[in-house]
């Protein structure tokens, strides 16, 4: 069996500040023969999931969501670019995902890795659609203002609506979304840029004309320019995945197994806790609960319609298997027919994963190689520990990656070091004025400071009696009060220079407010020029390239 891969948590893991950087652990070579690695291994471990040997759940699975991606993707795109038949030969599949929100170019280099993994190693590329998350704004911060007074301006794409999944949310007010592209190219011109969405919104507009899914609309603008510039991946939501006989199966045998996987979880979330010094019993996830409705698994459940998301709870005896949901039960079977229950579950209602079980199903179920943003990789460490603590194998390695890009806006990107070394200079101002000071008077006071300084060294008492040290006393605090009168004396001279600093730095800190918000990399894609983004995606080709 494959080595335990390198914890995420044992690497410093820091986005990149300099734009057009990306950081990839391991390096993009490794990451493709890792991804043959993990394919090996997976072909021998000695595994089960519904009753099946793992190799053979993984290819069964890998048909299923390969054939389904192809359809939803030609789907959305409404060409035939993606064949499955084709697909369904490839010897490697690479995997990313991310929610359909307007994501920086950070979460967008994730995609380009792995399309250009692919194309390198002749496999596929899927990117899950994470739509079972929940929708936190329906708007797009961006940079307002001038270069040197700048603030974020929130322009909608959408009227608000309550927090709900993402597979949820329809568009409500269609001419704020039509609109939506020209206003942001309006918003941005005022910096001389040509963003990117007004090449891709025309694709959001046309999707959102036949299904009205905020979700799919929002994927389809970025898959269209993904498609202008040659990339492949497939693409499923996460809503599609969950409604497959294989994910189904994988989900029954969490059930199942109720018992141990629940253990299991805890244990390694708490472990979690305890290794990193985590107070907070929320984070990064809470505990699995045991409750009168039985054990709690890392799945939720809604009818559609619903804005939120609830828990679900498993309660079993020898013969039978029941689910619960907000203390109400949504299924009752028997163990054999435990399968079938969940599809007939699933005709009317959502059964969804969780954050850890997401990745859980992704890498041990279909995936060769996995690749997370920063976010997704911390807490991957606890995936791996639910592989080989519940499954008894070990985990295959995953990629991290992630990329910075700034909008190409002047941001004063030496205002920090501006405003520390001003700082220093205003401290080492207050102590020791002389050393930035001229003319007689100046010299004088020096020169008594240093008199004084000597006068102290001369009189240290170490070794001497208590008698002693206190005839001393009174020179000592007569001395420390005319050093004190001398510092003050040479602040005095330097309060010209003073204020001039301190003007300085009030222009610095001015500089470094503006850098904060112009030079941050979280502004979304749509926001750039579409060069700067093609040349993170031509990078990222050359990388994979270059590394073989």
């Known amino acids: 069996m494959m080595s335990r891969p390198v914890s995420s948590d044992s690497i410093k893991l820091r986005a990149p500040k300099t734009s057009g950087s990306v950081l990839s652990i391991p390096e993009l070579e490794t990451a493709i023969h890792d991804a043959q690695r993990n394919a090996d291994d997976f072909a021998c471990a ?3 999931i519904a009753g099946v040997p793992l190799s053979e759940f993984r290819a069964a699975t890998r048909r299923e969501l390969i054939q389904r991606a192809a359809d939803w993707t030609n789907q959305v795109t409404g060409s035939m670019m993606v064949c499955a038949e084709c697909s369904h030969h490839a010897s490697l599949l690479f995997v990313t995902g991310h929610q359909p929100q307007l994501a920086h170019p950070g979460v967008w280099a994730k995609n380009f890795a792995v399309a250009s993994m692919a194309r390198e190693a002749s496999g596929v590329g899927l990117n899950i659609i994470v739509d079972n998350d929940t929708v936190q704004t329906q708007s797009l911060r961006m940079p307002s203002g001038s270069e040197e007074r700048p603030n974020l301006l929130s322009l909608s794409f959408d009227r608000p609506q309550p927090q709900q999944p993402w597979e949820e949310l329809k568009i409500l007010d269609r ?88 253990a299991a979880y805890n244990e390694i979330v708490t472990e979690y806790r305890q290794v990193h010094k985590i107070r907070n019993d929320r984070h990064p996830v809470p505990n699995l609960e045991s409750s009168p409705d039985g054990l709690e698994l890392p799945l939720w459940y809604w009818v559609e319609g619903d804005h939120s998301r609830g828990q679900v709870f498993v309660k079993q005896d020898e013969d039978r298997v029941e689910l619960s949901c907000l203390g109400t039960t949504i299924m009752s079977s028997t163990k054999d027919g435990l399968f079938e229950g969940l599809k007939q579950l699933t005709e009317n209602a959502k059964l969804r994963t969780r954050a850890l079980t997401t990745t859980l199903f992704s890498r041990l179920c279909f995936a060769d190689q996995f690749t997370h943003g920063i976010g997704g990789a911390k807490y991957d460490e606890m995936t791996d520990r639910l592989i080989e603590s519940f499954f008894g194998t070990a985990p295959p390695r995953f990629h991290i990656l992630t990329a910075t890009c700034h909008l190409p806006i002047a941001s004063h990107s030496e205002a920090s070091e501006r405003v520390s070394d001003i700082q220093r ?65 040479l602040h005095a001279l330097a309060m010209p220079q003073e204020e001039q600093l301190r003007r300085e730095l009030e222009q610095a800190e001015a500089q470094l407010r503006a850098h904060q918000i112009l030079g941050s990399r979280e502004f979304p894609a749509v926001l750039f020029p579409s060069q700067t983004i093609l040349d993170l995606q031509s990078k990222m080709a050359r990388d994979v390239h270059v590394s073989l």
């Not at 507009?205 to 036949?210: E, R």
């Not at 002389?434 to 070794?463: C, F, M, N, S, V």
């Open 46 to 48: 000695n595994v089960q």
């Open 175 to 262: 001419e704020l979304f039509d609109t939506f592209g020209d206003r942001v190219v309006e918003a941005m011109s005022n910096w001389g840029i040509e963003p990117l969405i007004a090449n891709a919104w025309p694709a959001a507009i046309q999707s959102a004309n036949q299904s009205n899914s905020m979700a799919r609309a929002l994927s389809a603008a970025r898959m269209s320019q993904e498609r202008e510039w040659g990339l492949g991946n497939l693409e499923l939501p996460l809503s599609e995945l969950c409604q497959t006989d294989s994910f189904l199966k994988f989900a029954a045998h969490l059930i199942e197994h109720a018992q141990e996987f629940h």
């Open 425 to 489: 200079r205003l401290r080492d101002l207050r102590f020791n004025a002389d050393r930035y000071l001229t003319g007689p008077e100046a010299d004088a006071l020096r020169e008594r400071k240093d008199q004084l300084i000597r006068q102290h060294w001369q009189a240290q008492t170490e070794g001497f009696t208590r008698a002693q040290r206190r005839e001393r006393q009174l020179a000592n605090r007569e001395r420390h009060r005319q050093l004190k009168e001398v510092q003050q004396a």
